[in-house]
Structure formats: structure tokens, C-alpha cells
């Protein structure tokens, strides 16, 4: 044998697996046998072993089920380390799969199940780094090629992408291999010149299928005229510029990199800009009497239009020599207007400032405007004409609308397409908030709307219980599993109501065969309230309580698991012998036993120096370190992750207030309102539970526009709880301005 020779490395190969295998084995504990493990990653497949009589397996990420795969591969090196007959598995993992609210959490838990024999699995944690490093496939197309195609097409900016990241989420290392796997999923775009809602809006296809829009874009899209911005046509600037006939990489790269410093964007034989010419043929187009166009047309655009019940929102442009006072709106460019009273902010759009480079267009020249429609205007539809109207202290000029949504159709689109625009940290759009995002905002998701919801009892039920527990189901309805089975095992919900709300549409058929089965399973009598349609965590609380039968209430989330039988009847022996008792609270833990919550209080953040947040003080802290407590005390302010309360009380109060869109600040609201009706809070240190924080919610799109909802939430909340905040607790909102 030659030493270091071909046959010798194969050797020491093998006995460093066998190796591996055994120190592997001595980690587990004596009393848990080795049935299955989990090896790694080799070129985006997962790879491991299990017994030799399973013949596939399903691999799960954060309860998910991602992927199944064969065991079929020899594995003579676990016989040789264990003793024990195994095959291999190796089973690609598609970034596919991945879901994009995965991108949050700094671990994941990877889960590996046999098929058939579910008492063979193992499970493992894994960094949300190492994870995306091991992802090789999107849509079985190799990532490293949809990272060169990305590179290669000059339209990625690194910086600008990371401007759009949740400030909830760290940097990520590889940031394209973020943006393909995540990033387009959350609609973020890969630079200012590629706008990834609008290219999708103008896609019919399935969008649930396109796994990255730029790639799309760049494969398919720019070839068949799609525009990936409001303001460049890739089949226009073709036309208009016949010397590119030979440029091999995308047009839209061509006018970022070269065509805006060449003056590509203008056509050579007339006055207008490229721009223009879009708004004068689609007027040609749309529109049957024959239009004259003016240099008017350069001074204006209107991109889309969302229309509701009661206000209309406009997103555009508008270059006039003078400020622009406010907008109305027409339908067929006529002199009757649709509307009344108008507020506006402006908004940055360097595209325009370089589209117009040879006037003097200031930076901010696009504006974000809200107008109330008349009373006796009748709802329009797409088939009808709208104009807008640019209104200065000179006249007007009408614009056409180049896009129209009625708010009702698709509320997440809806309300991705108003936040989007919106920019918090801009002060003037922080305090118009309320008057040109709020209004539409409650349009998509209206106040006080009536919502159709039936109950259905599973089991018999308590005839006077002691208290109705109301519990709102969202996304993720198998957290009923869990929690029925722990009331079922403590027996300390007997004489109590629990009450399931489902608030989302599309997992009720779901959550009616499993209410079924563990009714059955654990002998437990449960409740379910179905409704026609998503409301919110607040409202779906709202309407569980109009089902509740007793005059004590406690509201749960789906993700607080108790940790023994006693909590519910301590709460509410609390709840009734406390003076003055408002909102009872209790301390919740993670799963490691550190605090979660033990009371809130406002905090400031310095970028955002107008709003009021909510802050968990302890959090993280080990329970040696905190205050523990057997009395409840006093607590302004507490989740209602867990909260007890009178029924009477909470209808006095008329419940959560629907003006927070989609949730968020709700509870601290409720406790305000609770205390300035001379109620007192506390929270109850000695009741504990765990809280799995948030996971109760299956975060939709979770792009830039929902943490712009929550600071849109947070700027309601500020304007109205400022002063009361700053009174309670002096210390915690030193950092508040324009308050």
C-alpha cells in the first residue's frame, strides 16, 4: 500500500465516517435508543440513515412538510460503527418550499419522520444561515445559476435591498441567495429600477408559481413587452432606439446603466418623453373620441387608483411649476367631480427627477393623495374611465388613470399596494398618516363591518361555566392539538367554556375534521365559531365573546400552553376579589423558562421618534433574576396573549377597537381604556404559561408593507394614548418627539 495513495485516503474516509457515527450515537442518552440521524447537507440533499425497514421518510421544517424521499442508499458504514442494518436517504430540499416568514427566525427546526413508523424520527436544529447556504435548488433550477443570471443582468443593488429588510431581521450574508429565496416571495425588489408588485400585477399567470420576479423578468417578461416599472417600456425602447438590436443583455439594464446619461429616454422625433407617449397611447387606445395631446401631458401621471367605500386613494406624479394643491376625481374626463376634499403627501421618485433630467424637477415630486367620494356617487368599476385632476394655483390639468382597483377585490394587495408607497420614517407622511393612509386602509378592512359566524359545539356543554375561554384561530389551527390536549390532561378546564374563533376562511374545512378527531381523541367538550371571513385578531374577540355564556371571560392566544391544571381558576379567583379589578394578567415564559412577558410598557425607537411601541421589560431574563411574587399587583399595561376580564367590563369598553388594522397595540389600547374608566390592571406572577410568541400567526406576505401596518397601527395608538404614556410612565418615553 503506497501511503496517502488512492485505496489509503478511501480507507481513512471511511473510518472517520465510522467515527462520526459512533460519537453521534454516545451523544444520544442511554435510555434513547439511536433509531434514525440526520447527517447533513451534500448539494442542496439532505442526507442521513434509518433503519433498514423504512422505506421512505418526510422531512418537515417548522412543522411544514417540505419533502419526501426514498431510502435506498447502502449504508455498510452504520453496520460497521452500530450494529445496525440501515439505509441511507438523500432527498433534495427545494428553496421552494421555503416559507418566507422562515427568514425570521435565527434557527429552524428541521424534523425527520418514517413514513409508517412515526416513533422513527429525529429532529434537528439548524442556523437560518447554514440553511440558505445548503439550499441549491429553487424550483429544481440550481441557485448558483439564478445568482450569476441576477449579477450578470447589472439590475442588483445590494444596498437598496437591504434598505427594504424588516428592521426585525439581521443582515443576511449572502444577501442575492436571500433575495432569491425570500426576498421575491416578500415582493421586496432587487433595485430602484425593478418594481417587483407592479410586474407582478401585470402578470396573469398563476403568481404563486413565479418563484423569483426578476428572473421571470428576465427570462420571459421583458421579451414580451411586461414592464417591470411604472415608467419604462421595454418594447418601446427598443423601437425608439434601433441601434440596440445587438445589445445581449436586458434593455432595462441598458437604460439604468447607459440610456438615462445618453438621453435614451426621449424620442428623437418629438417633444415628449417615453413616458408621455405611454399616457397618450393608452388614452388613443381606451378612450373612442379622438384626443388632442398637449405639453400638459408631460406635467402630470396617475399610476393606479384604489377605489372604496368611502375614499379613493391616487398614487402619480405631478411636475407643474407650482405646488400642486389637490386632486379630484372625473370619470371620462369630465367636469363633474367624483369626489370632495382631498390630502396629499409628496413622495420620493428619483424616477421622475431622471426621466424630466433636463428640468428642474424636485426630488419628491410623486404624491400619495386620499379624496373623499360624494355620498351620492355610485361605486365605479373597471370598465369605466377615470381621470384625475392636478389642481395648483394656476388651474388643472386631467390626467387618465392608468390603473383601477376596487378595494374589496384583494385586500392583502390592496394594502401592500397603499404601504408600500408609504414612508413612516418621513415626517410629514407620519403626520398626515391618518388622513391620506388610514381612510383607505379601513376601506380594505372595514370598522364595524357585520360578518356572518356560526357555532358549532363539540360535546356537551357546561351549563353555567365559570368562565368562557375565547380562542382565535389563525394560519396555524394545529395548535389546537396541543393546547386540547393539555386541558384535557390537567382537567382544569371542566367547568370552564372554551370557545375556538376561526378568523381565517381558508383553514375551516381543516379545522372541522380535526375538531372532530380530537374531540373524540381527548373526550374534552370544545366549541368552534366559524366566520365568512378574516377580521382581525381584535374583531374575531369581538364576536367570541358575543358566544360566551358566562360573566367571567379569558382570552387566549392558540399559542399559550398552560403548564398545569390551575391557571384558569386562579385568574379568575383573581378576577374576582382584586379591588377594581380591570384586565388580570400572567406571566408568560418561553420555552427555556426565561420570561416572555411580566407586564409592558411603551418604549421609543430612534428612528421612528413620533411613535410609541410596545416593550416587554424582562424579557429574556431567567426567572432567578425577576420578581416572583405569589400576589398579583398592579400592572397598567398587559398582553392579552392570557388576560382574564368581566364580560361586563369588556362590552363597556366595546371591546378592541377595529381602528388597529389587522392587529397590533389592541391590548394596551383595551388596558388604557380599562383605566381611564377607573379600573385598575394587574398581573399575576404566579400564573405561568408558555408562549410560543407569534407563532400563532401565519404571517401573510410578510414583506415591507406588513411592518409598515404595524407602524401605521403604532401611529394611531401614539396620537392617542401620547399624553396618558408619558404621565404613567415618564422614564419609558423620554425618547418621544412631535408627541
Avoid at 376596487?406 to 415626517?427: F, G, H, I, Y
Amino acid at each position: 500500500m503506497i501511503l496517502g495513495g488512492k485505496n489509503y485516503c478511501a480507507m481513512v474516509n471511511k473510518q472517520m465516517l465510522i467515527e462520526k457515527i459512533k460519537n453521534k450515537a454516545k451523544r444520544k442518552t442511554k435510555k434513547k435508543k439511536l433509531r434514525c440521524q440526520f447527517d447533513g447537507f451534500d448539494n442542496g440533499f439532505l442526507i442521513g440513515w434509518v433503519p433498514a425497514f423504512v422505506e421512505s421518510i418526510d422531512i418537515f421544517i417548522q412543522g411544514k412538510k417540505v419533502a419526501t424521499g426514498k431510502c435506498d442508499q447502502p449504508r455498510d458504514d452504520v453496520k460497521e460503527a452500530l450494529g445496525i442494518d440501515a439505509k441511507g436517504f438523500r432527498v433534495l430540499l427545494d428553496g421552494h418550499e421555503l416559507e418566507q416568514h422562515w427568514s425570521y427566525l435565527p434557527e429552524l427546526n428541521i424534523t425527520i419522520e418514517a413514513i409508517e413508523h412515526p416513533r422513527v424520527k429525529v429532529e434537528k436544529t439548524i442556523s437560518l444561515t447554514d440553511l440558505v447556504d445548503n439550499i441549491e435548488f429553487l424550483n429544481q433550477r440550481p441557485t448558483r445559476d439564478l445568482k450569476v443570471l441576477i449579477e450578470k443582468s447589472l439590475l442588483w443593488n445590494e444596498s437598496y435591498y437591504f434598505t427594504q429588510l424588516n428592521g426585525d431581521r439581521a443582515l443576511p450574508k449572502n444577501p442575492i441567495k436571500d433575495y432569491i429565496l425570500f426576498g421575491s416571495k416578500m415582493r421586496l425588489d432587487p433595485s430602484s429600477h425593478f418594481s417587483t408588485n407592479y410586474y407582478l400585477d401585470q402578470v396573469k399567470e398563476d403568481k404563486g408559481q413565479i418563484d423569483n420576479s426578476l428572473v421571470h423578468y428576465l427570462t420571459y417578461g421583458e421579451l414580451n413587452g411586461f414592464k417591470p416599472n411604472p415608467y419604462f417600456d421595454p418594447l418601446s425602447y427598443r423601437k425608439l432606439n434601433s441601434d440596440l438590436d445587438e445589445w445581449q443583455h436586458s434593455l432595462l439594464a441598458h437604460y439604468a446603466v447607459c440610456g438615462q446619461s445618453e438621453g435614451r429616454v426621449y424620442n428623437d422625433t418629438t417633444n415628449f418623453p417615453v413616458v408621455t407617449k405611454e399616457i397618450i397611447k393608452h388614452v388613443e387606445k381606451e378612450f373612442p373620441y379622438p384626443r388632442k395631446a398637449s405639453t400638459q401631458d408631460s406635467f402630470g401621471h396617475c399610476e393606479y387608483v384604489i377605489w372604496g367605500k368611502n375614499y379613493a386613494f391616487i398614487v402619480g406624479w405631478y411636475i407643474g411649476e407650482n405646488p400642486l394643491l389637490k386632486l379630484s376625481l372625473s370619470v371620462d374626463d369630465s367636469s363633474y367631480m367624483l369626489t370632495e376634499e382631498s390630502v396629499h403627501v409628496e413622495v420620493f421618485r428619483p424616477d421622475v427627477k431622471n426621466a424630466f433630467s433636463e428640468k428642474n424637477v424636485s426630488d419628491f415630486s410623486g404624491f400619495l393623495a386620499t379624496v373623499k367620494i360624494k355620498e351620492s356617487v355610485s361605486p365605479v368599476n373597471q370598465s369605466r374611465a377615470l381621470f384625475v385632476h392636478l389642481i395648483d394655483e394656476n388651474g388643472s390639468i386631467s390626467v387618465p388613470v392608468q390603473s383601477l382597483f376596487l378595494s374589496e377585490d384583494d385586500k392583502v394587495e390592496n394594502c401592500a399596494r397603499v404601504l408600500n408607497c408609504w414612508d413612516p420614517q418621513n415626517t410629514q407622511h407620519q403626520k398626515k398618516a391618518s388622513d391620506v393612509i388610514l381612510p383607505i386602509i379601513q376601506d380594505i378592512y372595514p370598522v364595524n363591518h357585520s360578518v356572518w359566524a356560526k357555532r358549532v359545539d363539540f360535546g356537551s356543554q357546561v351549563e353555567e361555566p365559570k368562565a368562557s375561554v375565547i380562542i382565535p384561530l389563525y394560519g396555524r389551527y394545529d395548535f389546537m392539538r396541543y393546547q386540547l390536549s393539555n386541558f384535557a390532561r390537567f382537567n382544569g378546564l371542566d367547568s370552564f367554556e372554551v370557545i375556538y374563533v376561526v378568523d381565517d376562511p381558508s383553514i375551516v374545512k381543516a379545522v372541522e375534521e380535526l375538531a372532530v378527531v380530537l374531540h373524540k381523541t381527548f373526550e374534552f367538550s370544545f366549541s368552534v365559531v366559524f366566520l365568512e371571513k378574516n377580521v382581525g385578531y381584535g374583531q374575531a374577540n369581538n364576536i367570541g365573546v358575543n358566544f360566551a355564556n358566562s360573566d367571567n371571560l379569558i382570552l387566549l392566544n392558540s399559542d399559550v400552553i398552560p403548564k398545569d391544571g390551575s391557571w384558569a381558576k386562579e385568574l379568575v379567583h383573581q378576577l374576582n376579589t382584586l379591588p377594581d379589578a380591570g384586565i388580570v394578567g400572567a406571566r408568560l415564559l418561553f420555552e427555556d423558562e426565561s420570561i416572555q412577558h411580566d407586564g409592558m410598557a411603551p418604549m421609543t425607537l430612534e428612528q421612528f421618534p413620533g411613535l410609541l411601541f410596545n416593550d416587554h421589560p424582562k424579557k429574556g431574563f431567567p426567572l432567578t433574576l425577576v420578581n416572583n411574587s405569589e400576589k398579583a399587583e398592579v400592572c397598567p399595561l398587559v398582553t392579552a396573549a392570557c388576560v382574564a376580564l368581566k364580560k361586563e367590563t369588556f362590552e363597556s369598553l366595546q371591546g378592541f377597537d377595529q381602528s388597529f388594522v389587522l392587529g397590533d397595540f389592541e391590548d394596551s389600547d383595551l388596558c388604557l381604556r380599562a383605566l381611564e374608566n377607573g379600573k385598575k390592571n394587574y398581573i399575576c406572577r404566579h400564573v405561568k404559561l408558555n408562549h410560543l410568541e407569534r407563532l400563532s400567526q401565519n404571517i401573510i406576505d410578510t414583506g415591507g408593507w406588513k411592518h409598515k401596518l404595524t407602524l401605521l397601527n403604532a401611529n394611531t395608538y401614539s396620537q392617542r394614548w401620547s399624553k396618558t404614556l408619558q404621565d404613567l410612565y415618564p422614564d419609558h418615553t423620554k425618547g418621544l418627539t412631535n408627541a
